[in-house]
């Protein structure tokens, strides 16, 4: 049967597919959550969730530097991987030999439509269904949030520091937690920026998340050296940045923050 990724890409991808390989840590955990980790046979080291369940796949490296021997000796039906965590050669390699649906989520609307699409080619329509309307819901609940109220950058990264542009998934969560990304007008998903540039923008925040770059506590005092007037937070890079079942937990995490 013939699917449609969130590239455009057809995939051919013949019956329900017994066999799958995950290039994407929060579509890992879906799969899980779906009731489909049995049918998982190899997933990225950074495949992290569900603790106690995931670390029983197969893991065929990194979401990027692939083992191409390992996913090949799992024979699998389905990979699944995404435009903006795996590398493009990469997956057109494998994609010459075995069926890959990659995943393009920049907002939540797109997370949404990639849960129902997975459930639909795993034959599991009803289960990512009955998850999708439940994450539309919690969501619903953040309208209590007043919007744009507090102005803030979001680092990923340190030396050099990279922050969230304005297309990209982080960004959609952080106006949902009634934040302004100082850095939306941004054209790039994830640019650098320099210590001025922040200071130029006058954000009332800036986050220091766990991931990718694992910001520690030492790194608030840091930063808070370097930015007095600015209150530096650290807080759980899954939720602004997970985009599978994982969002459940989502718009709860956000109301508390502040």
């Not at 997933?43 to 969730?49: E, L, S, V």
């Not at 969501?139 to 297309?167: C, D, H, Q, R």
Request: net charge negative.
């Amino acid at each position: 049967m013939i699917f449609h990724d969130q590239m455009g890409r057809e995939v051919d991808i013949s019956g329900s597919p017994q066999k799958i390989v995950s290039l994407v840590p929060p579509i890992t955990e879906l799969l899980f959550d779906l009731g489909l980790g049995d049918k998982l046979v190899g997933r990225t080291k950074f495949c992290i969730h569900p603790k106690g369940k995931v670390d029983k796949v197969p893991s065929i490296g990194g979401v990027m530097g692939l083992n191409y021997h390992r996913i090949e000796e799992s024979k699998p039906d389905l990979i699944l991987a995404s435009r903006e965590e795996n590398g493009k050669q990469e997956i057109n390699e494998i994609a010459k030999l075995l069926p890959v649906w990659v995943s393009d989520v920049r907002n939540l609307t797109d997370a949404l439509e990639m849960i129902r699409t997975i459930g639909s080619i795993c034959g599991v329509e009803e289960k990512a269904k009955e998850i999708a309307e439940k994450i539309e819901t919690e969501f619903e609940k953040l309208s209590e949030i007043p919007e744009e109220v507090i102005n803030a950058v979001y680092l990923i990264w340190k030396n050099p520091l990279y922050t969230v542009g304005g297309n990209n998934f982080t960004n959609d969560m952080l106006k949902r937690a009634g934040i302004r990304n100082v850095f939306e007008d941004k054209k790039e998903a994830y640019p650098i920026v320099t210590g001025k540039e922040i200071r130029n923008r006058k954000p009332d925040y800036i986050f220091l998340p766990s991931e990718p770059y694992p910001f520690k506590t030492n790194d608030v005092k840091e930063f808070h050296d370097k930015f007095p007037k600015v209150e530096i937070k650290q807080v759980d890079g899954e939720y602004f940045s997970w985009y599978g079942s994982h969002l459940l937990k989502a718009p709860s995490y956000f109301k508390q923050l502040f």
